[in-house]
């Protein structure tokens, strides 16, 4: 087993021990852990305390950069489709996961399973019902004030 996966199940294993859930994340550059994180649910009442999320917070904050393209991550369960979209906004391009989340729904954790499942449906069929609601010409238009601040700079 790679050494970073190795690393990433021990977070997840000692995690279990401590009443959390079995999911440790490790994110590497150039070969050497610039963070850690493991799923901090049990700790607060967050449920964005993923530990890909935390280790690509702390990383972040560490480095004083949005930009982590040149980082891979090891995670002992492959990503929740939150976890996911946090790697591909940090720009991350490679990862590795040591357990799939339809082998995590065997053990009762399927609900990535069907979140995946349910992004992959139109707009209108998804479970949680967005629905746009355009701003009014009342307020300016957020988009339109931070593009004319960005163009100006």
């Known amino acids: 087993m790679d050494q970073f996966m190795r690393r990433a199940a021990e977070l997840a294993l000692k995690n279990v ?24 649910l049990h700790f607060k009442y967050d449920s964005s305390g993923h530990a890909e999320l935390l280790a ?43 357990i799939s989340i339809e082998e995590t729904a065997t053990y009762g954790m399927g609900r990535s399973v069907s979140l995946y499942a349910d992004f992959a449906k139109p707009r209108k069929e998804r479970q949680l019902k967005m629905r746009q609601m355009p701003l009014t010409k009342e307020i300016d238009n957020p988009m339109q004030v931070w593009k004319k601040n960005k163009d100006v700079k």
């Open 56 to 98: 690509i917070r702390r990383a972040q904050e560490k480095l004083q950069t949005h930009d982590l393209s040149d980082h891979i991550m090891y995670a002992s369960g492959e990503p929740c489709p939150m976890c996911l979209a946090a790697m591909y906004m940090a720009g991350i391009e490679e990862g590795y996961y040591g």
């Open 17 to 40: 021990q401590e009443g959390g859930d079995p999911f440790g994340a490790v994110l590497v550059k150039d070969g050497e852990i610039i963070s850690e994180g493991v799923n901090e």
